[in-house]
């Protein structure tokens, strides 16, 4: 081999250090070149050791503004005309579209990754008419186009958006279950007795966090000795959860807002039960598999990318979306059942991660394809 170059482009750098690091380093090791292209934030000091990094100036994560979209493709384009890379690996909705289509125009080889769908479901609407159209285009001439659940596949199969042999499904982006492992007896004294749940999302409505509070509403009037935990950054999105009300929630007590942190399973550690009450457009969230490896039992809606990680009754339990009823239903079983049968729970999550979302199946399913490609 003679040391050819990949690059791989995300929408935001904390993306590629928290969700393909294992990927890029595996990459690496095989003695390709490593090129990380993604707008700039506070993660990409982290990078700097993996390969190459170029910033991206013109991506708007939520933004459909055509001209600016235009901008990134340009961009886009320039970039792998004066880089040259021999395969490009594309990764959430803008790099696959407009990256895809720079990669098409050049005759760069592609792989797309579609990490979810966002706030554009398929096939309705005149935006996401739009994208459909734009993801055609750019599929054509992919490679290979990797969803994470086989629901979304299916969709683009059926919306003729993607061909089914150009197309296959992982068990979403892996969990390092080496890192993810579960430390006995790490819950602080003052915590001693309480049954606490986690939820780790954007701020955002369709991560379900209304229903979250409004459950937490019911529970807490009857189980008094329960905690209801919220991690995760605001978000500047058409449906994003406000500051003032977090606090309001906060006031009547009803919630812990804990931030942000780079060290999500400190908190997994300390809980009993983590839950996502989502029904958004998810891949398979990556803090459904971390609390798999942490042995946790999960809480989750029936919902394409969420289903996938619970099995009814035996690490958990699914609920229909956006049903406050159903959702508090479920928390008050998962108390009532107790810590011994939780813990049970915690276990199967445990052997799920291993067995079906370790990040070593995810990451050999790209080496595979890289190989097939590149020789």
């Known amino acids: 081999m003679d040391n050819k170059k990949i690059a791989l482009v995300l929408n935001t750098a904390w993306n590629i250090f928290n969700f393909r690091l294992n990927l890029v380093k595996a990459i690496k090791d095989k003695g390709y070149e490593v090129l990380l292209i993604a707008p700039s934030d506070k993660y990409v000091e982290k990078l700097n050791h993996l390969g190459k990094y170029i910033p991206i100036q013109n991506m708007q994560k939520n933004g459909t503004n055509p001209w600016r979209d235009f901008r990134l493709l340009r961009e886009l384009r320039s970039i792998y005309q004066e880089e040259k ?3 490009i690996l594309h990764f959430t909705i803008k790099p696959n579209i407009y990256g895809g289509l720079a990669a098409q125009h050049l005759g760069i080889p592609h792989l797309c990754t579609v990490t979810g769908i966002g706030s554009f479901p398929l096939p309705s609407g005149l935006v996401n008419s739009i994208v459909q159209k734009l993801y055609k285009q750019s599929f054509k001439s992919a490679e290979k186009i990797i969803f994470q659940n086989k629901e979304d596949r299916n969709d683009f199969i059926k919306a003729q958006t993607v061909a ?4 296959t499904v992982v068990p979403g982006s892996g969990v390092d279950v080496n890192l993810f492992q579960p430390k006995e ?3 602080p004294p003052e915590l001693a007795g309480k049954v606490i749940f986690l939820m780790v999302a954007r701020l955002i409505v369709q991560k379900g966090i209304i229903e979250y509070v409004e459950a937490a509403r019911n529970i807490r009037q009857k189980y008094p000795n329960t905690e209801f935990w919220i991690l995760g950054g605001f978000w500047d999105h058409p449906e994003a959860i406000s500051k003032s009300d977090v606090e309001q929630w906060e006031s009547e007590g009803l919630i812990q807002y804990k931030g942000v942190t780079d060290n999500v399973k400190s908190y997994m550690n300390i809980v009993d039960i983590v839950t996502l009450p989502s029904y958004y457009g998810e891949g ?12 946790k039992p999960i809480i989750t809606t029936n919902h394409k990318g969420c289903k996938e990680v619970v099995e009814q ?6 609920v229909p979306v956006r049903d406050v009823t159903a959702l508090t239903d479920a928390f008050s079983k998962i108390i009532d059942i107790g810590k011994e049968v939780r813990l049970e729970m915690g276990r199967h999550s445990r052997q799920k991660a291993i067995k079906e979302f370790n990040d070593k199946i995810v990451i050999q399913s790209y080496l595979d394809e890289i190989k097939r490609i590149l020789g």
Do not use: F, Q
């Open 284 to 295: 398979v969230p990556r803090t459904l598999l971390e609390s798999l490896a942490m042995a």
């Open 164 to 167: 089914e042999h150009k197309s």
């Open 85 to 87: 890379p021999d395969l």
């Open 313 to 318: 009754g035996k690490n958990g339990y699914l």
């Open 185 to 187: 007896n790490n819950r």
